[in-house]
Nanobody, 114 residues
Framework: QVQLVESGGGLVQPGGSLSLSCAAS????????WAWYRQVPGQQREFLAM???????NYADSVKGRFTISRDNAKTTVFLQMNSLKPEDTAVYYC????????WGQGTQVTVSE
């Protein structure tokens, strides 16, 4: 059974950085495009970034130039380096494949505030 476990969130001041990880245990990791999403209560889940197996990436305009997605196929883990964080980046962050193949994990809370 596949389990997605996100970690690395926390409280950070505006302009700060955080590094998120998502461990995908039991997944056929290498075969899929992986992505990061975020969700604010009462809003739809928002796509942030995706990475193919050849390491090609794509980003939402809202995070382009500030966030970097990467993956480690051997460790079945996808990462999100977040720099220059803004208060509007506050959300719960999730990973999944680009087509939401697996059950969602619990996410990791990111709060950007003074």
């Amino acid at each position: 059974q596949v389990q997605l476990v996100e970690s690395g969130g926390g409280l950070v001041q505006p302009g700060g950085s955080l590094s998120l990880s998502c461990a995908a245990s039991g997944a056929t990791f290498v075969d899929y495009v992986w992505a990061w999403y975020r969700q604010v209560p009462g809003q739809q889940r928002e796509f942030l970034a995706m990475i193919r197996n050849d390491s090609q990436t794509n980003y939402a305009d809202s995070v382009k130039g500030r966030f970097t997605i990467s993956r480690d196929n051997a460790k079945t883990t996808v990462f999100l380096q977040m720099n220059s964080l803004k208060p509007e980046d506050t959300a719960v962050y999730y990973c999944n494949t680009d087509r939401w193949r697996y059950p969602w994990g619990q996410g990791t809370q990111v709060t950007v505030s003074e």
